[in-house]
């Protein structure tokens, strides 16, 4: 399974090598609930700077959005440091004083765990240049997905984990997978989009949760506890992948705007991925299909499956993620 991928995020680029829009709209409707309900950092780093630079009238709401937003989170963090900063004074004083307690003790742990976590975060949110985990997203974090509406190509900002039709909240909390959708089960449990609804996530490496001992290929030692690692795995020679997806929208989403979500199509993994100790992958699409992928005939699934098996190869060189 695609535990998380890096994402590119340049607008720009889908509208030049694509001749793809951006659908302002969904972004304009995503940054407001998302700052809304606190979760800003949902939207990765990368795809909110990607609108630093406001172009338009549209593109200033969304500029004023990203530095509104991203000053409240600051400001929260600030706030945390400060909570966290007068706990450990506290804790300190105790400790130093002529009675410690085992209360102190944890909080001034705890309380310096946090402190460096609310500074890193915080530090983070201030950088101004872009490093490679701004750009990178996991379940439940969001994507730009290319879709095809009416013969345009669309670019609209999506939750990496699919809510299928007919789903509510209720419903995906009990399968929590659907983030990937197994080439092998498009037909039985993806049938609703499958044919119907496809788009293309654009991805530069993809990273893995696997066992150490899988990773090294050998067999657990006696005595010894399963432990996991991430591994990062990067395409050779280096490119972009146009990654095969599924999507859905569910209208009013959780009773704000309608939400738009998206599962990674995955398939049996190349030697080289098998061999790291993982038995998933992605499936990246060649650029001459993309049209017949975004356009897909409920009617000839047979061509669409032959398109995930005319997947591009590249080499995926692996290494233990930082």
């Not at 998380?4 to 001749?19: L, P, T, V």
């Not at 209360?103 to 460096?116: E, F, G, H, P």
């Not at 419903?171 to 080439?183: C, F, I, S, V, W």
Request: aromatic share 10%.
């Amino acid at each position: 399974m695609c535990y998380s991928a890096q994402i590119k995020a340049d607008y720009h680029h889908f509208m030049r090598e694509w001749g793809a829009v951006i659908s302002i709209k969904r972004f304009v409707e995503l940054f407001w609930e998302k700052r809304k309900d606190g979760q800003w950092t949902k939207i990765p780093k990368a795809m909110r700077e990607a609108f630093r630079k406001p172009e338009g009238e549209d593109g200033f709401e969304l500029a004023k959005l990203v530095a509104e937003a991203d000053r409240e989170l600051a400001e929260r963090y600030q706030a945390e440091l400060s909570a966290q900063t007068e706990r450990l004074g506290k804790a300190e004083a105790v400790l130093a004083g002529s009675k410690p307690t085992k209360k102190a003790a944890d909080d001034q742990r705890i309380a310096t765990n946090k402190i460096k976590a609310a500074q890193r975060n915080l530090d983070d949110l201030q950088r101004t240049e872009l490093i490679d985990r701004d750009a990178r997203i996991y379940p439940g974090s969001y994507a730009p997905v290319m879709i095809e509406k009416e013969g345009h190509r669309i670019v609209v900002p999506m939750r990496y984990q699919c809510r299928l039709p007919g789903w509510d909240q209720t419903t995906e909390r009990k399968y929590p997978g659907t983030y990937n959708a197994r080439r092998d089960k498009l037909e039985e449990s993806w049938g609703k989009l499958f044919g119907h609804r496809q788009g293309i996530m654009i991805v530069t490496r993809f990273y893995e949760n696997v066992s150490r001992h899988k990773m090294e290929g050998r067999e657990l030692l006696t005595g010894e506890k399963e432990e996991n690692v991430v591994l990062e795995f990067d395409p050779k020679p280096p490119q972009e992948m146009l990654v095969a997806c599924l999507w859905n929208i569910s209208k009013g989403g959780d009773g704000g705007a309608d939400l738009f979500s998206f599962a990674a199509i995955t398939d049996e993994p190349p030697p080289e991925v098998a061999a790291a100790g993982h038995d998933r992958c992605i499936i990246p699409i060649k650029p001459e299909h993309v049209d017949a992928w975004l356009n897909p005939d409920p009617g000839n699934l047979a061509t669409l499956y032959a398109i995930l098996d005319d997947r591009a190869r590249p080499y995926y060189e692996h290494r233990l993620a930082a």
